[in-house]
């Protein structure tokens, strides 16, 4: 069954509930209606009658002309007065009913008293007159008014079914009216593959309705998983493109190694160059899958953090991988302002973004001290990297982060062409702005600046 039969049918499940309720209602109290009606007109008739036998001595021949006209037009009305001791006195009938002595007692009672006998009503009254104290006791099937109740419940059935059929074709209708944007979403979701994640579906309405968000969803989920495909294909081309240099460095070597026979010394010296080419295709591989991460990843976990103990964490983990680094962190123009050594982010890319600054100043610094300058820019942490070496190009300012350039001049010094890109995807996502500033000869300056923390 599809949903839009299934909402048909749910929905004019619904509407017969309703429509049932509502008509069970309307003829319940159009029933009382009818039965009170009948029983204040038998009231009235046993009034009447009891005027009429036990009134006359004492009115004046007009009212009692008035009372007798209105007597003689009881026509199927059976009237019965009993006495005190329960007989029946007045008004003989052919009818084969009783009225029971404690019903009698309870007009009394009441003073009016209204029972059924199946179809029947009855209508007692306690009637006291200067000759003694009676019941009079009037009955009679309302046959026009279960006649009515009898055409109103037809028409009520009828009502009722000719409404669930058009319920059921109305909301037919409406359904697909509804389910129409449906039909052409779900013609454009199958028309999305692999080849072409890069399309959007259209959103047909302005209005922020279910189909809207819907839409909105599934392009969020489409973006997604574009980032999280173009990731994987980033990856192994670039994988595919880096580590081919490397690789065939190694076979090259070993097929050469494997040529003769060597001697310890130059086993030594190939397993050492080995040894540098693996570390090589470590550092890009490690590089390639957190480049990969963050691409993907949506969901990074930030956490306030301190800017001067990542530092001193960072310093002190070059130290162990690079003893003969050279690195200076003059924190003296912020000592006046701690607080804004304070910011949030995810403290192990942050280590990787630094650390790859600092790393790349270090190798071209030419045994240079490298310094780290810590000051404040308009309520804001501004950090500075600057080296001591040979400097950049003017024209290659602007290529220095993309993935995998080096520059022509500087081939021979090793990397390969990650780390500042990596490093400038991290501070874009911690929302960190970062520029260069360069002069040939003499030194090459890393500037980020902070957001606001508080």
Not at 45 to 51: E, I, K, L, S, V
Not at 245 to 262: F, Q
Not at 323 to 336: F, N, S, T
Request: net charge neutral; proline share 3%; glycine share 4%.
């Amino acid at each position: 069954m599809t949903l839009r039969l299934k909402l048909a049918w749910n929905s004019t499940l619904i509407v017969t509930i309703i429509l049932g309720i509502t008509f069970t209602g309307t003829f319940l109290l159009f029933k009382q209606h009818v039965r009170h009606s009948f029983f204040q007109q038998l009231q009235s008739r046993a009034f009447t009658a009891a005027f009429f036998h036990l009134e006359k001595d004492e009115l004046n021949a007009q009212k009692y002309e008035l009372i007798e006209q209105r007597y003689r037009e009881i026509h199927r009305e059976s009237i019965r007065f009993f006495n005190k001791e329960n007989r029946m006195v007045f008004e003989y009938d052919t009818l084969r009913y009783e009225v029971p002595s404690d019903v009698l007692d309870r007009i009394r009672r009441r003073n009016v008293l209204y029972f059924t006998d199946h179809e029947r009503q009855f209508t007692g009254i306690f009637y006291r007159d200067n000759e003694g104290d009676y019941v009079v006791v009037a009955s009679d099937i309302d046959t026009a008014g279960l006649a009515q109740l009898d055409k109103l419940k037809r028409y009520l059935l009828i009502s009722l079914l000719l409404g669930v059929c058009l319920s059921f074709l109305l909301t037919q209708l409406l359904a697909k009216q509804t389910f129409r944007p449906f039909s052409q979403l779900i013609r454009d979701v199958n028309s999305i593959s692999a080849k072409n994640l890069h399309a959007r579906l259209a959103v047909t309405t302005k209005e922020k309705d279910e189909l809207t968000a819907l839409t909105e969803a599934f392009n969020l989920f489409l973006v997604r998983l574009e980032k999280g495909v173009d990731s994987q294909r980033n990856f192994l081309k670039h994988a595919s493109h880096e580590l081919k240099t490397p690789l065939a460095a190694i076979i090259s070597n070993l097929e050469i190694t494997l040529s003769r026979p060597r001697t310890e010394k130059e086993y030594q010296e190939q397993m050492h160059s080995l040894h540098i080419d693996a570390l090589h295709i470590k550092s890009i591989l490690e590089g390639l899958l957190t480049l990969s991460g963050l691409e993907a990843s949506s969901n990074i976990s930030f956490a306030p953090l301190r800017v001067d103990e990542l530092l001193w964490d960072l310093l002190e983990k070059t130290s162990i991988t690079n003893p003969q680094a050279l690195i200076q962190i003059d924190l003296q123009q912020i000592e006046q302002k701690p607080h804004l050594l304070e910011a949030k982010g995810n403290r192990d890319l942050l280590m990787i973004s630094l650390g790859n600054l600092i790393d790349n100043a270090l190798k071209f610094s030419d045994n240079q001290p490298v310094s780290v300058l810590l000051t404040a820019h308009e309520n804001r942490l501004r950090l500075i990297i600057k080296d001591k070496g040979t400097g950049i190009e003017p024209s290659e300012l602007t290529q220095i982060f993309t993935l995998f350039y080096r520059s022509p001049k500087k081939q021979s010094i090793p990397g390969h062409g990650i780390g500042l890109h990596l490093s400038k995807q991290i501070l874009d996502l911690h929302h960190i702005e970062i520029s260069v500033r360069s002069v040939l000869g003499d030194y090459t300056e890393f500037t980020l600046l902070f957001p606001t923390f508080r």
